[in-house]
């Protein structure tokens, strides 16, 4: 007879409990919960760094149907801190799949939780906005309600926290390009995934991942024909030193290209301030108005925090590059979901183009991306 998954509980940072079962590693876990659309791709999210310090609630009822597999992870580990579920799959039905996901849960020491209302949580957490919260499990279900509470309002904000280094490469990773070369490209690693380093490489760049230390001498050393910065998880405004390298590299006249936590770090090197938004934009269902082309997108997002940037017109930018607009907008809130410099040639977005769980409307950004680097070598031939 099988027995019963252990008791758990979510504590939220106001007093909102949940009971549900133990799903995962047993134990304790703390980080700010924060919900996820996507009906699909779980492999993806969890194991996309941007969720570092995250407890992340799954909005779809069934996760775990089609296992894990070896081919679709995003990272060299699953990065969240905890992981909510309403039902866990019983069975793994996909020829692809080597292992459950409880499985590989334990096996990366990932506490959660299942069995729970996560619907009603959800529509918590769109009211009050996100929050610290705390999954306990084992021997920590059984402590006092006010002592976990305790343990959850002591942890640490995410407003404030540079996580870059906990998900960074420690030392440089080169992947060749495929096809004809464009050039050496200067990946920043702030939380890169491994579909974006792909799609890069398939556009003929020589992708040069290196540590989020490194310094400007040392990234000129790889004679770069661009830079990129990645995703990540943490706040854009504890990254000072991320925006000066970024400044120095818009300073060289090096094409740039930033998703995610990339574009809120070209914000700030523009001159742009960066907020943090009440409940975040989590999935891969997420609308975005392309105002180049007038076309929508369904993009897949993973953020918290956002630029401060006026959504109409062009500006000048406060650092002095030029004039800068906004060139994509989301739908649902009218946050700013990209920036394009119109003086140098620097461009980023907020959603992450790669997804490579779906959907894949903004892969074109990639073309973009290798065309603004072509154009600019030929502008450099020329002028010599």
Same mark, same amino acid.
């Given at each position: 007879?099988?027995?019963?998954?252990?008791?758990?509980?979510?504590?939220?940072?106001?007093?909102? *409990?949940?009971? !549900?079962?133990?799903? !995962?590693? @047993?134990?304790?876990?703390?980080?700010?919960?924060?919900?996820?659309?996507?009906?699909?791709?779980?492999?993806?999210?969890?194991?996309?760094?941007?969720? +570092?310090?995250?407890?992340? @609630? /799954?909005t779809a009822p069934h996760i775990g149907n089609t296992g894990m597999n070896d081919e679709d992870p995003e990272s060299r580990r699953i990065w969240v801190a905890g992981y909510i579920v309403r039902d866990p799959s019983r069975v793994v039905s996909n020829w692809r799949a080597n292992a459950s996901?409880?499985?590989? =849960?334990?096996?990366?020491?990932?506490?959660?939780?299942?069995?729970?209302?996560?619907? %009603?949580?959800?529509?918590?957490?769109?009211?009050?906005?996100?929050?610290?919260?705390?999954?306990?499990?084992?021997?920590?279900?059984?402590?006092?309600?006010?002592?976990? =509470? *305790?343990?959850?309002?002591?942890?640490? /904000?995410?407003?404030?926290?540079? &996580?870059?280094?906990?998900?960074?490469?420690?030392?440089?990773?080169?992947?060749?390009?495929?096809?004809?070369?464009?050039?050496?490209?200067?990946? =920043?690693?702030?939380?890169?995934?491994?579909?974006?380093?792909?799609? @890069?490489?398939?556009?003929? $760049?020589?992708?040069?991942?290196?540590?989020?230390?490194?310094?400007?001498?040392? &990234?000129?050393?790889?004679?770069?024909?661009?830079?990129?910065? %990645?995703?990540?998880?943490?706040?854009?405004?504890?990254?000072?030193?991320?925006?000066? @390298?970024?400044? %120095?590299? =818009?300073?060289?006249?090096?094409?740039?290209?930033?998703?995610?936590?990339?574009?809120?770090?070209?914000? *700030?090197?523009?001159?742009?301030?960066?907020?943090? &938004?009440?409940?975040?934009?989590?999935?891969?269902?997420?609308?975005?108005?392309?105002?180049?082309?007038?076309?929508?997108?369904?993009?897949?997002?993973?953020?918290? $925090?956002?630029?401060?940037?006026?959504?109409?017109? %062009?500006?000048?930018?406060?650092?002095?590059?030029?004039?800068?607009?906004?060139?994509?907008?989301?739908?649902?809130?009218?946050?700013?979901?990209?920036?394009?410099?119109?003086?140098?040639?620097? $461009?980023?977005? /907020?959603?992450?183009?790669?997804?490579?769980?779906?959907?894949?409307?903004?892969?074109? &950004?990639?073309?973009?991306?290798?065309?603004?680097?072509?154009?600019?070598?030929?502008?450099?031939?020329? +002028? /010599?």
């Amino acid at each position: 007879m099988t027995s019963l998954p252990e008791p758990a509980v979510l504590v939220l940072e106001d007093g909102t *409990r949940h009971s !549900g079962r133990a799903y !995962g590693a @047993l134990g304790t876990t703390l980080g700010e919960v924060v919900f996820a659309t996507g009906m699909s791709g779980y492999q993806e999210t969890l194991t996309d760094p941007s969720y +570092a310090g995250q407890i992340v @609630l /799954q909005t779809a009822p069934h996760i775990g149907n089609t296992g894990m597999n070896d081919e679709d992870p995003e990272s060299r580990r699953i990065w969240v801190a905890g992981y909510i579920v309403r039902d866990p799959s019983r069975v793994v039905s996909n020829w692809r799949a080597n292992a459950s996901l409880d499985e590989i =849960l334990v096996q990366d020491g990932i506490v959660g939780i299942s069995g729970i209302d996560t619907r %009603s949580i959800t529509r918590h957490i769109r009211s009050a906005g996100s929050m610290r919260g705390g999954i306990f499990s084992g021997d920590a279900a059984h402590l006092d309600a006010d002592e976990q =509470l *305790r343990i959850v309002r002591e942890a640490p /904000q995410m407003a404030g926290q540079n &996580l870059s280094a906990q998900v960074s490469v420690a030392v440089a990773t080169v992947t060749d390009a495929v096809g004809e070369k464009v050039g050496n490209l200067a990946v =920043l690693d702030l939380g890169v995934k491994q579909a974006t380093i792909d799609n @890069l490489a398939a556009r003929g $760049f020589e992708v040069h991942v290196l540590p989020q230390d490194v310094t400007i001498d040392e &990234l000129r050393a790889i004679d770069p024909v661009a830079v990129f910065y %990645s995703n990540g998880p943490g706040d854009p405004a504890a990254s000072g030193d991320h925006v000066e @390298l970024l400044r %120095s590299v =818009l300073d060289d006249g090096l094409p740039f290209f930033g998703i995610c936590f990339g574009n809120q770090l070209l914000g *700030r090197a523009l001159g742009l301030g960066t907020y943090k &938004l009440p409940f975040g934009h989590r999935g891969i269902n997420q609308p975005v108005l392309d105002k180049q082309t007038g076309r929508v997108e369904i993009t897949a997002h993973n953020h918290g $925090f956002a630029v401060d940037a006026p959504l109409e017109g %062009s500006f000048d930018s406060p650092h002095g590059y030029g004039k800068v607009e906004v060139s994509h907008v989301g739908l649902n809130d009218n946050v700013v979901e990209g920036l394009r410099a119109l003086d140098i040639p620097a $461009f980023s977005v /907020q959603y992450h183009p790669e997804a490579a769980a779906g959907p894949h409307d903004a892969n074109y &950004l990639f073309d973009r991306f290798r065309d603004m680097v072509i154009a600019n070598n030929a502008n450099k031939k020329d +002028a /010599q």
